[in-house]
């Protein structure tokens, strides 16, 4: 558990974040450290009194000042709200943190369309549709932004059971590498983090649900042998949005404990092979000269 942030104090002063999605899990975590290190915040999404709540936390644990916006990431005029409220409350606003997300375990073949959508709409149209509105506020009143984007170690790979969040999540890294490279002249940069497992009560409830626990342990597959802690995803996006990450732009940065690389490399389940096989195993081996 790390207690201490990585980053020196003030050194978001001056920043005002936007975070979708900020009022739980993960974007609340990153919402807090963002404010210890000096930076204005602003937490948007649907639930209002989740986001109020939040807000009023936030404020009393680290004495910054949070603008709670109630928003659909899939309605444009809602995200415009979002970025108006707090220019006008903040003076700018000059971090967006595309965090806001949907998802479910399933078959593919029970989904109806409009599960797709739901998903699709909330992830891939949620994370254009703020990327375009702040990016055209910034290029039109040249603004220096930052957009980062939380995306997922399977975004990279597909993944079944969760096809309509691995293809919204594959969109969203393809708009972060192809704005890297167009809106770096405007001074925007974009980059993305896919985190492993990190527990959250949104994402906990619907993907690794209590009935199936026997079926799939996640720890099983990363090679710590442990979750990530909220703290640390929170100091790589304080440092991925501050500017001394000045000179990084479209990267996607895994925090996953070598889950995905682990789940890629075919012999390494050989991790259940106890030691004491193993004499036995390279006789028989070395046996067929
Ligand atoms: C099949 C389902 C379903 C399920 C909903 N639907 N849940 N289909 N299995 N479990 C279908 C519905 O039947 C409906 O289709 C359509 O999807 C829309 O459902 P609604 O309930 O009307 O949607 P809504 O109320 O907008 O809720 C959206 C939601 C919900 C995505 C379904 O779960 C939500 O609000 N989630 C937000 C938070 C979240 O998901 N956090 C987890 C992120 S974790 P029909 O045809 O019936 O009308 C994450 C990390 C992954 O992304 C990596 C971890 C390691
Ligand atoms: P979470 O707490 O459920 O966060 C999702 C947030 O999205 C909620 O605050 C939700 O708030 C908001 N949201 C959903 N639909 C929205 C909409 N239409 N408009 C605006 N906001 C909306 O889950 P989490 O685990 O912290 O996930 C945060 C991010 O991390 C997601 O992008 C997720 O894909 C990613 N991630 C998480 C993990 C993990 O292990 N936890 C792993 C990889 C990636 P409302 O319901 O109030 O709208």
């Known amino acids: 558990m790390i207690d201490k942030g990585m980053l020196k104090q003030n050194s978001l002063t001056g920043k005002t974040v936007v975070i979708t999605g900020g009022g739980t899990g993960l974007g609340k975590s990153m919402g807090q450290y963002f404010l210890e290190l000096g930076a204005n915040l602003v937490i948007a999404s649907r639930k209002e009194d989740i986001l109020n709540d ?9 004495g910054g000042i949070v603008l709670p916006v109630a928003c659909d990431v899939r309605k444009y005029s809602e995200i415009e709200n979002v970025l ?15 965090n806001a997300a949907g998802n479910f375990i399933s078959p593919t073949e029970r989904l109806s369309h409009k ?3 739901v998903i699709t709409d909330i992830v891939l149209k949620g994370s254009y549709n703020a990327t375009l509105a702040f990016g055209k506020y910034w290029i039109k009143h040249q603004i220096k932004g930052t957009i980062l984007n ?25 708009l972060t590498k192809s704005l890297a490279s167009e809106w770096a002249k405007y001074d925007i940069r974009s980059n993305a983090i896919a985190p492993g497992p990190f527990p959250t009560e949104g994402a906990w409830t619907r993907l690794f649900p209590d009935i199936i626990a026997d079926k799939i342990d996640p720890l099983k597959r990363i090679p710590l042998k442990r979750f990530g802690e909220h703290e640390e995803l929170a100091n790589l996006a304080a440092y991925l949005i501050s500017d001394f990450s000045s000179f990084i732009n479209g990267d996607i940065i895994t925090i996953d404990g070598g889950e995905s690389i682990y789940g890629a490399g075919e012999f390494n389940s050989l991790d ?8 036995q195993i390279e006789k028989m081996v070395r046996k067929k000269k």
Not at 54 to 59: G, I, S
């Open 84 to 98: 108006s409220a707090g220019r006008e409350k903040f003076g700018e606003v000059n971090v967006l943190v595309n």
């Open 272 to 279: 259940n092979v106890p030691a004491e096989m193993w004499p």
């Open 115 to 117: 599960a797709f959508d």
């Open 54 to 62: 939040t807000a009023k936390e936030l404020m009393e644990q680290t």
């Open 150 to 174: 939380i995306v997922t170690t399977y975004a990279e790979t597909g993944s079944g059971y969760v096809v309509p969040s691995a293809l919204s999540k594959a969109g969203v890294i393809a």
